[in-house]
């Protein structure tokens, strides 16, 4: 199995931009697809984006297509999730996910996920 730790989160403007990471341990991370979720108080976890074993393919949420760009490093064992034009509304706990396979946008696909990282947008 693999083990998620994400970091990088903060506290940004509106307009700026942020880069979270997610840093795993354990099994080969190459052979894994991985995912970013979020979730605001009050609200469900929601899918953001997603990669491919090999980052050859990724997916967006509408609501972050053209501002967030989800990338792999397997030689590094981690995964990035570069964050710009960052918007209130994109306040949450930011989760990776991994598992192996082809990738979903459902959080329940995913055997693996990390502690989470706040992510905070004033306006």
């Known amino acids: 199995q693999v083990q998620l730790r994400e970091s990088g989160g903060g506290l940004v403007q509106a307009g700026g931009s942020l880069r979270v990471s997610c840093a795993a341990s354990?099994?080969?991370?190459?052979?894994?697809?991985m995912a970013w979720f979020r979730q605001a108080p009050g609200k469900e976890r929601e899918f953001v984006a997603h990669i491919t074993y090999n980052g050859g393919s990724t997916n967006y949420a509408e609501s972050v297509k053209g501002r967030f760009t989800i990338s792999k490093d397997n030689a590094k064992n981690t995964g990035y999730l570069q964050m710009n034009r960052l918007k209130p509304e994109d306040t949450a706990v930011y989760y990776c996910?991994?598992?192996?396979?082809?990738?979903?946008?459902?959080?329940?696909?995913?055997?693996?996920w990390g502690q989470g990282t706040q992510v905070t947008v004033s306006s």
């Open positions: 354990g099994r080969t991370f190459s052979s894994y697809a």
């Open positions: 996910a991994a598992d192996i396979g082809s990738p979903s946008t459902s959080p329940r696909w995913y055997g693996y």
